[in-house]
């Protein structure tokens, strides 16, 4: 990875007390949250990672707010694994935490590239556009909100457009 991507990389990704197979759920928001609503966001993520069970089992897991625009959630199953009651918890709680802030964490036509040193956001005619006037080229970095374990988020966070699924929908 070059240093580059480096500055693009969720810090949860370097977390080393997670196993490289940990599971991860991206999500991302309809709007960038402010300061104070980040703050509040991180803090309610810590307290339900805290406190989140599957089977009665405690659940290693971590999450952070991402550029005020991506919410990751992590868990470390090689103790307990997450069941489909315990994502129901975790997609039952980001759906109230989106309604306190009037926002919308489960946004799938939200898309994320660097540009200017900058990490950018839009909608699908956005991206069309970008991609369009070449503000998006083959070799710009996108945020792969697909990667579903911590290895995939360290190597495969920040993908060249030409070789990510992005290109597919332009």
Known sequence: MTHTAVAYMPALAG???????????????NRPLTETEAQHTQQALDVFTRQWTAHNQALKARAEVFQNQILLLMVD?????????????????????????????????????VEDGQVRFTDRNGLE????????????????????????????????FAKSWHKRLV
Not at 81 to 108: M, P, T, W, Y
């Open 15 to 29: 977390d080393p007390a997670f196993s490289p197979e940990s599971r991860i759920w991206v999500y991302t928001a």
């Open 77 to 113: 199953e090689t103790n307990a694994g997450a069941s489909g009651c315990s994502i129901d918890k975790s997609v039952h709680f980001l759906e109230n935490l989106g309604k306190d802030l009037q926002v919308d964490f489960f946004d799938r036509m939200r898309f994320a590239w």
């Open 129 to 160: 556009a970008a991609a369009g006037s070449g503000r998006i080229n083959d070799e710009t970095g996108m945020l792969n909100t697909l990667v579903q374990t911590k290895k995939d988020l360290l190597e495969k966070w920040l993908v060249p």
